[in-house]
């Protein structure tokens, strides 16, 4: 019994798990060599360098006015807070 059990384990092995893997195998390096072909295409036809620094340039200065707008409100808001809290909430 235990010989027949290895020898189908054996035969399992070799004829249906290896190939199977071997299969997977394949598969995985040809995704993995697509997905290297298409991020070469989109870096090579979509965005030249110049126009990903003007537009990194635009979206930092967005970000710096945003940031003053809220640098702002905070500042206008701690006074307010400071305000009420030196006339105990009365107007």
Same mark, same amino acid.
């Given at each position: 019994?235990?010989?027949?059990? /290895? &020898?189908? !384990?054996?035969?399992? =092995?070799?004829?249906?798990? =290896?190939?199977? %893997?071997?299969?997977?195998?394949?598969? =995985?390096?040809?995704?993995?060599?697509?997905?290297?072909?298409? #991020? %070469?295409?989109? !870096?090579?036809?979509?965005?030249?360098?110049?126009? &990903? #620094?003007?537009?990194?340039? #635009? /979206?930092?200065?967005? %970000?710096? #006015?945003?940031?003053?707008?809220?640098?702002? &409100?905070?500042?206008?808001?701690?006074? /307010?807070?400071?305000?009420?809290?030196?006339?105990?909430?009365?107007?």
């Amino acid at each position: 019994m235990q010989t027949n059990f /290895l &020898t189908q !384990a054996l035969w399992w =092995i070799s004829v249906v798990e =290896i190939p199977v %893997l071997a299969g997977l195998f394949a598969l =995985i390096l040809n995704v993995m060599r697509d997905v290297s072909n298409f #991020r %070469l295409f989109v !870096a090579q036809n979509f965005a030249s360098f110049t126009q &990903t #620094r003007e537009l990194e340039q #635009r /979206l930092t200065a967005h %970000l710096l #006015r945003i940031e003053a707008k809220l640098d702002a &409100t905070a500042l206008k808001a701690e006074n /307010l807070s400071a305000r009420d809290a030196w006339t105990g909430g009365q107007k």
